[in-house]
């Protein structure tokens, strides 16, 4: 069996790379300055003019499970002889597993130091995103174990495969701009054209199974609503190149203020958009009946997954366009800097955030402590959410005017267990705790060009020198003019 199956049919952790991300909050790298518009990522007087990532992906990468079905999971995915161990799973409670991913992976970050008067900065980024949350009941996992005398005694159920699930996975091509209105205020924007790459959807509204034990089968009856984006043929690794089938727009707005007493007040919008998709995708509403043959046997979990998603596809559904929404977020936070000895090479930068997604329920609180020295920092990310799931992240950080890598993660000790899982640890693998998840983000980036300084620190006098083209020209035709 294709392990691929669970996770994408089910389980709902098909594809995703933008959760919050606050561990970056006031380090002043180019991925910052992307995400948070407000932010300079040059430093006059001791930065290059250019910043590039020289196309190595700056990613951050999460997903979570909550609820009985993380054991279960586990198991049947990492242990050494994969079973469900279904013990923790309850059968006729419809309860309901939260599943969330998300990723966000900048491919291409160039920006520009533009002008001093202003401290203006503008940028082109290209990236790739994904969005994708859903519900889960514990009997799902339960149909997968094949136990059918253990799991579902009753014989017949009603209701308790009402799951529901949505994904969205798109490019997006961004130009930025950040400008220093004063000393105290900054303003910055994101302006992005999005280009969905894939986008699924279903809603299970009613369920109801009957197992028949003597013939090994059971007839599973869905009705809901099904939402797909067109795809032409199967698809492959091509779709995700950026093509205009699935056109869509977003904004990125942020503002920073220094208060008189030294505290930086900084708020954004985040991921403001939309896409609509094309005229050739589906929305269908399923109501049909289905019979899963061989629910006991090792081919079991194919024929769960192939009936189910030909019962999703059942009704014709006239081909039409539709529009969804991105996974807005507005977010304020405040922050101070402290100088930690007389030499100014210790500094402590402790951040408070609140993140609010703008569609959704979602609330996230962070305290993020950033403990400078030198050209390193350490980074101590405390998060509490509206799931009531308390995370403790860690980032390491060197930072130079012209340089910069940072690596880390925001869930730092679940990261580690689901490490230890995957590689075979038992005791992890049977751990269910608040959660089951990870996070992982890494960056990279360097400045190259003229130094941008002030006209009373240059050093130089500009004396009419040609620029990278004009010295490429007289090289290949051997001219001084």
């Known amino acids: 069996m294709n392990k691929i199956y669970i996770v994408i049919c089910f389980l709902l952790i098909s594809f995703s790379v933008s959760a919050q991300q606050f ?21 006059p007087d001791s930065s290059k003019q250019y910043s590039f990532n020289f196309l190595i992906p700056n990613f951050d990468a999460n997903a979570f499970i909550t609820g009985d ?6 198991n049947r995915l990492f242990a050494k002889s994969p079973s469900y161990q279904s013990d923790a799973l309850k059968t006729g409670f419809n309860k309901l597993n939260h599943v969330n991913a998300n990723v966000n992976a900048y491919l291409l970050m160039l920006k520009a130091f533009t002008s001093l008067n202003g401290d203006v900065e503008m940028g082109l980024s290209y990236q ?20 059918t005398p253990k799991n579902f005694p009753n014989g017949a159920y009603d209701n308790i495969f009402n799951n529901n699930f949505q994904m969205q996975l798109y490019n997006q091509i961004g130009f930025s701009y950040r400008e220093r209105i004063n000393k105290q205020l900054a303003i910055g924007f994101k302006l992005s054209a999005l280009l969905g790459i894939k986008y699924s959807k279903f ?29 032409p043929g199967h698809f492959t690794s091509h779709d995700y190149l950026p093509t205009f089938r699935n056109p869509g727009a977003s904004i990125n707005l942020g503002t920073s203020y ?12 985040k991921d403001l958009g939309f896409i609509h998709w094309s005229s050739r995708s589906t929305i269908s509403n399923f109501d049909g009946v289905t019979t899963i043959n061989g629910i006991s046997t090792v081919h079991r979990e194919d024929s769960i997954y192939n009936r189910t998603v030909q019962l999703f596809r059942s009704s014709s559904g006239d081909p039409r366009s539709f529009t969804t929404k991105t996974n807005a977020r507005a977010e304020l936070s405040a922050s101070k800097t402290y100088w930690l000895d007389y030499d100014n090479d210790i500094k402590y930068i402790p951040t408070l955030i609140g993140s609010k997604e703008l569609w959704y329920t979602g609330f996230t609180a962070g305290l993020v402590n ?6 390193y920092t350490g980074t101590v990310t405390f998060t509490y959410d509206d799931l ?8 390491f950080m060197y930072k130079t005017p012209d340089a910069e890598f940072f690596i880390g993660t925001d ?33 990279f980036s360097l400045k190259f060009g003229a130094t941008v300084e002030h006209p009373m620190n240059a050093s130089f006098i500009p004396m009419g020198e040609k620029g990278f083209f004009g010295r490429l020209w007289n090289r290949l035709f051997k001219t001084d003019k």
């Open 411 to 443: 869930k730092l000790i679940n990261t580690g267990r689901l490490a230890f899982a995957a590689a075979g640890n038992q005791t992890q693998i049977d751990h269910v705790g608040t959660y089951t998840g990870m996070d992982l983000f890494m960056g």
């Open 258 to 269: 220094l208060t008189n007493d030294k505290i930086t007040l900084q708020a954004n919008i």
């Open 23 to 43: 561990s970056q909050y006031n380090t002043g790298t180019t991925y910052e300055s992307f995400e948070n518009t407000s932010v300079r990522s040059f430093i």
């Open 203 to 231: 809603n299970i509204d009613e369920s109801h199974i009957a197992f028949d034990q003597i013939n090994d089968e059971a007839t599973m009856a869905l009705r809901g609503k099904y939402y797909s984006s067109y795809v």
């Open 370 to 375: 950033h403990i400078q020295y030198k050209k």
């Open 388 to 395: 009531k799931l308390f995370n403790a992240g860690l980032q």
């Open 69 to 74: 079905i993380q054991g279960s999971l586990k």
């Open 128 to 147: 790739i995103r994904g969005e994708s949350r859903g519900l889960v009941t514990d009997e799902t996992l339960l149909l997968f174990d094949g136990n």
